[in-house]
Structures are given as C-alpha cells and as structure tokens.
C-alpha cells in the first residue's frame, strides 16, 4: 500500500493555521511565497513516495552490516541518497554562501515529515547532516566552515552527534570522554560514545563527528564541557578525504526498529580534532544541533503517524468482516469502533502537524526578525511539538495495528514496522520527560510570559468563532482558560512538583493548541469541521484529567515505595 505525500493538507496548514505568511512577508524569506512552497514540496512528495517509500519494507528487513571496522548499508540506498544529495535537500535551509539553499524551516519541516514517511532510516541520516551544518553555521571558525559546509551541504560528507557514553546516558555531565591541546591547534580525543546514529557508512566520502568532551581545565558539569568536530578521514591539503583518523566502530546495536540505520558504538582513541565555539561552551553550540533537531523528530513522528493511518484507513475500506447495524456484510470501515480510531488517528496527525509547522514557522520568524517574542514563542513550542509529534507516531501507529486486527502482528503486512520505527522518536533527542519538564523548568523561567501569551491568542481566536461555531469555540475557551489556571499552580510549586506533573500538563497543552488548530481550519474551511469536533469534543476533554494529574504534585508518587515498585 504505497505512502502518498499530504501536500494539500500541509500547505493548507501553513497558509490558515501556522501563518506561514508572515514569513514570506520578511526580507529574508520574501522569495519563498506560497507557490515557491508548493513547487518544493511537490518534489519532495515525489522523491518520498517514488523513491523512498519502495525501501521502507527492504530497510527493515536488512540492516547495517559492520565487518572489519566499516559499515555497509542496503545496496539501494545509494542511488536514493545520490537524489537527496544531489537535489540538494540536505542543506535545504543552510547558507547559500556554502551551498546551502537557504529555505525556511517550515518549507524543511514538511520535507521531513514527508521524507520519513517514505523510509525514515534514510531520512534519518539527512537529519543529522542538517543538524551538524547548523551548530556549524553558528559556532566554527571561519576555516572550519569554509572546509566543512560546502562537503556537509551537498552531501559529500555526512554529521554525526556524539553526546551518550554508556554510563552518560541523558546525564551529559557524566561523560568521561576527554580532549587534549596537541598543541597545534588541533586536540586529541578520547573515549567511547554510544547511540550514534549513522555514524559510519558506506554512501559519504567521509563522516563528521561533533563530540563532547572535557578539556584538562575543564570544571565539573556541563559547564565544563567543549565541543570538537572529528572527522573519520583527516582532509588533505585540497580538503580531500586523507590519512584515517583514530576513530572507528566497534559495535552496532541490535534495535527495536530503523533497522536500515547503522546506530554504531564509536571509539576515540587519541584522535585528531578541532574545538566548535569557545573552551568550555560545547553544550550551547550542541543545544544548537539538538533544538532543531527536536522540532525535526517531531515532524518524524508525524510523518511516521500520516503513514500508519494511510495503510490503516486502506486496510478499513477492503477488509470485509462481519455486519453492522445498517449494513451488511459490509467492510470495516463501517464498523463504528474500528471508524473511532481512523477518525482519532486523523484528528491527532491533523494537531500534530499543526503543532511541528507552527513552531517551525515561530523558528522562521525569530531567524528573519531577531524579535524576543518570536524566540520565546519558537522556545516554549519546540518541546511541546518534538514530544506530541513523537507520542502521536506512536499512538497513532498502534492504533494501525489495532485496526488491522491479527493481520497487524504480522510482519508481511508492514503496520507494525511504523510502530517500531516511532518508538525511538520520544527518546532520542531527550527523552519527552526531560522535554516535559525543561517545558515545566527553563520555559517558565519567564513567569510564563510564553506559556500565557499562546492562552491568550487560543481564548482571543475561540472568542472570534463564536458565533460561527459556538459550541466548539466555547468549549475550547474553557479548556484555555483550565489550563490558564494549571500553568499558574505549576509557576508556584516547587521543581520536585513541577517534574511531577510536566509530562501530563506538556500533553494538555498539546491537546489544547491541537484544539485550536482544528477550530481555525474549520473556519477557513467548512468541510473541516466534523473533523474539528471530533477533536474537541472527544480527544480535548482529556485535558481535564492530565490538568488534575499535572497540578497533584510529587507527593502521592513518592508515598508509594521503593519496595513497592520493585516487589
């Protein structure tokens, strides 16, 4: 059942929902208008289902073979990334100064979404490059740049992220991995990363690595921390791949799911590499990579979802099984609970995505405009659109299984392969706990300036649709104004209580944002209203109960024992 790309519903969202408009209104972005978007998603629609798409099954079934230090990938892979590497895509919003094509993050965030769709194993390893050639862009030196950016923007070269030791996990401050001056200007790295996505292959001329690591003055924490960039070949005098690093694989890992990407066991043993930004700041250049990063696994998520609910929904109009009141014998799709999920999974992929490319667009505005309200707004939405965007691949790809029935355990169907493949987005680029509560801690440091600024546009929007829908714009009024009220008990607990609740209150938020989103398509669109109810009246009331959960504390966790979760 092949992935067809949603190119109308995410243009439909950036023009009535996520208001990429302001973004074609600035200077730097004012030759990307809405018929520029759409001529760059219809090719990437048709990369992600003419390409891509074919190797999704295939990835799965043959991983990434390691053999002698190096590591190879499915054959066809190749070809596919030649595309990719070719059409530019990589460096889709890099400088045009190195190469890079210099398009808005929102235009890349449906490409994401739509590329992982098709076989997130190989979109996976684009997204690391993209995330290597930002943190670059802000914090190398000008040599650096010069050297790297061209070879990361076309392809040439592939980005890894090495922060995970292995008894460093989401504790960053733990690692043991150490750099020394060599005295050259360059430094000498030490130690073992775990987790690394593509950290070898066998489609790049080379591949790069961005590692953390402690200089000998280097202080205790995270403070104390610096970054490096160590590539696998050291370039040559011309800047061609030259002498081996001291850096290999010594292991890959046997995962759950994207069986088609290589996620390796790195070791640093004495090698060369060059400092990114200042001694000791190497979390801020990595929070670089890391943010963007997490706004693209929320896009993942719901490229994942989108795939899952296709095949489930095609699955529901041909399988036939069973009568139901008012028909016989019909397909399932007629079945009223097997249509509560489809109408569920669709409701949910529809807020998700609304989510991811509203932040994104908040993300286009701050970098076109510099304004502090675009840089809180892009802040408090990134981790409520990478943990939402995750858990809706997940829920929504299980719900796929569901649908199928018994023919969803089965393999040789492909439904359980989206389910695998989005397990891994709410924990990798920090864990949606660690997102829930950074939502909870750093976002609020603002007094939830950011948090009741998006309230209050959410009560402002339903108070303008009232006459025109008045049940679904009053009933998402009071869930903006219960959540008004939680974010204020949460601004006066204390951080033990906040963690507590953060992962409830991140998804209320989410739901009520989500609400919000199906209300405005409804008013631009008629047509999408039944979908807009559904939403608020059968997915948005949960609100109510992740609200009480959220504003409950850390106490009634802690009265249950250790004994008691563990015996």
């Not at 390796?264 to 590499?273: K, L, Q, R």
């Not at 998520?301 to 929904?313: D, I, K, R, S, Y």
Request: proline share 4%; glycine share 10%; charged share 20%.
């Amino acid at each position: 059942m092949p992935y067809r790309a949603p190119v109308s519903d995410s243009l439909f969202i950036l023009e009535h929902v996520a208001g990429y408009g302001q973004v074609a209104a600035t200077a730097q972005f004012a030759e990307i208008d809405f018929g520029a978007v759409g001529d760059v998603l219809k090719e990437a629609a048709r990369l992600s289902e003419d390409v891509m798409d074919p190797l999704r099954l295939a990835s799965d079934r043959a991983a990434a073979n390691l053999q002698d230090g190096e590591v190879s990938c499915l054959s066809e892979f190749r070809p596919a990334y030649q595309l990719l590497s070719e059409g530019g895509w990589v460096g889709i919003t890099a400088d045009p100064t190195h190469g890079g094509l210099g398009l808005p993050m929102s235009v890349a965030t449906v490409v994401t979404e739509m590329m992982t769709a098709g076989c997130i194993s190989l979109q996976v390893k684009v997204l690391l490059s993209q995330g290597q050639i930002d943190a670059l862009e802000q914090h190398a030196s000008d040599e650096i740049k010069a050297l790297y950016l061209p070879k990361l923007n076309s392809g040439v070269w592939s980005g890894t992220m090495n922060l995970s030791e292995p008894q460093a996990g989401s504790d960053v401050a733990a690692l043991t991995t150490r750099a020394v001056p060599a005295g050259d200007g360059t430094y000498r790295i030490t130690g073992q990363k775990i987790f690394i996505t593509w950290g070898d292959s066998d489609l790049v001329e080379n591949v790069c690595h961005l590692v953390l690591a402690r200089l000998p003055d280097g202080g205790a924490g995270t403070r104390g921390i610096s970054l490096f960039l160590v590539p696998k070949f050291l370039p040559d005098a011309a800047g061609s791949p030259g002498l081996r690093n001291a850096v290999k694989v010594i292991s890959l890992e046997h995962k759950l799911g994207l069986h088609g990407s290589p996620t390796c066991v790195m070791e640093y043993a004495n090698a060369t590499g060059w400092l990114v930004g200042a001694p000791h700041k190497g979390m801020a250049a990595m929070f670089t990579m890391m943010n963007n990063a997490r706004l693209a696994v929320g896009a993942q998520g719901v490229g994942l979802a989108e795939a899952a609910l296709q095949q489930a929904a095609r699955y529901a109009q041909d399988r036939r099984q069973g009568p139901t009141p008012g028909h016989v014998q019909g397909t399932i799709i007629a079945h009223a609970d097997v249509r509560r999920m489809l109408v569920r999974m669709r409701a949910e992929v529809f807020a998700a995505r609304s989510i991811v490319l509203s932040c994104a667009v908040a993300m286009d505005m701050a970098k076109a405009t510099d304004q502090p309200h675009w840089h809180a707004r892009a802040a408090f939405l990134t981790p409520i659109a990478k943990t939402f965007g995750s858990d809706v691949g997940c829920s929504v790809s299980d719900l796929g299984i569901q649908v199928h029935g018994g023919m969803g355990y089965i393999e040789e169907t492909g439904a359980a392969q989206y389910w695998r493949d989005a397990r891994i987005t709410p924990i990798y680029e920090g864990t949606n706990g660690i997102q829930a509560m950074d939502l909870v801690g750093r976002k609020f440091a603002d007094e939830g300036e950011a948090a009741y600024a998006l309230i209050d546009e959410v009560v402002v929007n339903a108070r303008s649709c009232a006459q025109r829908l008045p049940d679904l714009a009053a009933s998402l009024e009071q869930a903006a104004e219960r959540l008004r009220k939680a974010t204020a008990v949460l601004l006066d607990n204390s951080p033990d209580d906040r963690n507590a609740g953060a992962v409830p209150y991140l998804r209320a938020f989410a739901l009520v944002l989500g609400g919000h989103a199906h209300l405005v398509a409804a008013i631009a669109d008629a047509d999408r209203a039944a979908l807009a109810s559904a939403m608020i009246r059968r997915v948005l009331p949960e609100h109510a109960s992740l609200l009480a959960e959220a504003c409950d504390g850390a106490d009634r966790l802690f009265a249950v024992t250790d004994q008691m979760l563990t015996t």
